[in-house]
Nanobody, 120 residues
């Protein structure tokens, strides 16, 4: 089984930046792609970005394209989400997820989540 631990959340003013990290452990880590989802109060959880371990191909939600960048460090089994030009509507709990190697948005394992708050 894969275990995921997120870090790096916090509070920032609009226009600022934050970087989230997700450390993955377990024997089958490389079998999955990795993704970030988020859930704002009163809203459904939504896809943010994903990256494959092998080719490094990425996928982004339209709402974050050009502002967020997902990357990974294969040696550390860690995935990052660099968030820039943050908006108050980016406020949410951000979840790391292990997802399908082919279907990058299909979740198999969730992390515990980390809060991101953007103030205007």
């Amino acid at each position: 089984q894969v275990q995921l631990v997120e870090s790096g959340g916090g509070s920032v003013q609009a226009g600022g930046s934050l970087r989230l990290s997700c450390a993955a452990s377990g024997r089958s880590v490389s079998s999955y792609a990795m993704a970030w989802f988020r859930q704002a109060p009163g809203k459904e959880r939504e896809f943010v970005a994903a990256i494959s371990w092998g080719s490094g191909s990425t996928d982004y939600a339209d709402s974050v394209k050009g502002r967020f960048t997902i990357s990974r460090d294969n040696a550390k089994n860690t995935v990052y989400l660099q968030m820039s030009s943050l908006k108050p509507e980016d406020t949410a709990v951000y979840f790391c997820a292990a997802t399908g190697a082919v279907s990058l948005r299909t979740v198999y394992v969730w992390g515990q989540g980390t809060q991101v708050t953007v103030s205007s």
